[in-house]
């Protein structure tokens, strides 16, 4: 008799261990996961000609973090990409079940003197279907170049906030805004930011980008 109860006791203790830890955890709220950020846009979310810490995305999440937010952000960014390429790769994207997107495309189009209702044809789909996926959207806008013209110009950059206003979504008008024109805050080509501008950029967008992670937290209704 010595013999069984020395042989059950270890295995009757471990049982009661294992009950009990479950029934502390059943008591503690399951831990929330990171909120998705997919940062979708061209070579300005993509980070080029810059290191990897340097870029749009790492340097947003850091200041994230120290802000004491718990975000992954998702870099969706392609260097050269234009509406149409963002539209293609879009379902793949939205993959990663992101609560959050910054939209931000059409520069390239611009670039190459598309026109903007192509432009605003091809950011209409992809926010249709972005919001259909449960996602929260800060569209990021773009300016025309003054050499395209001012009719273009106009078209162009009306483009944006027409979309914003037709979609009910947050939006950031200018992605260089401060940054754009100052070579300090430039890499050598004059279009793309260097490691300062990037920050400040950073430092402008983030009250629409916490505006966006609070949007997205309310339950919907």
Do not use: C
Not at 15 to 27: K, Q, R, Y
Not at 141 to 156: E, H, I, V
Not at 191 to 198: A, D, E, Q
């Amino acid at each position: 008799m010595r013999r069984l109860t020395t042989f059950f006791l270890p295995r009757f203790l471990l049982v009661v261990t294992l009950l009990v830890l479950a029934t502390i955890g059943l008591g503690r709220p399951a831990l929330a996961a990171a909120t998705r950020i997919l940062a979708f846009g061209d070579s300005l979310t993509a980070g080029y000609g810059l290191s990897e810490a340097d870029g749009f995305v790492p340097q947003l999440t850091a200041a994230l973090h120290k802000m004491g937010r718990d975000v992954q952000v998702i870099n969706g960014g392609v260097s050269g990409d234009t509406t149409a390429g963002g539209l293609s790769r879009l379902d793949w994207a939205l993959g990663d079940q992101p609560q959050v997107m910054l939209l931000e495309l059409g520069g390239n189009d611009m670039l190459r003197g598309l026109p903007p209702t192509v432009t605003a044809g091809n950011l209409e789909q992809i926010v249709t279907k972005a919001q259909a996926a449960k996602v929260t959207i800060l569209l990021i806008g773009m300016k025309a170049a003054p050499n395209l013209g001012p009719d273009y110009r106009s078209q162009f950059d009306a483009l944006y906030p027409a979309l914003a206003k037709s979609h009910n979504l947050l939006f950031y008008p200018f992605m260089l805004d401060g940054v754009a024109g100052d070579p300090s805050l430039l890499q050598s080509d004059g279009i793309h930011p260097n490691p300062k501008g990037v920050a400040i950029i950073i430092d402008r967008i983030m009250p629409s980008v916490i505006q966006a992670l609070d949007a997205a937290a309310k339950p919907a209704g």
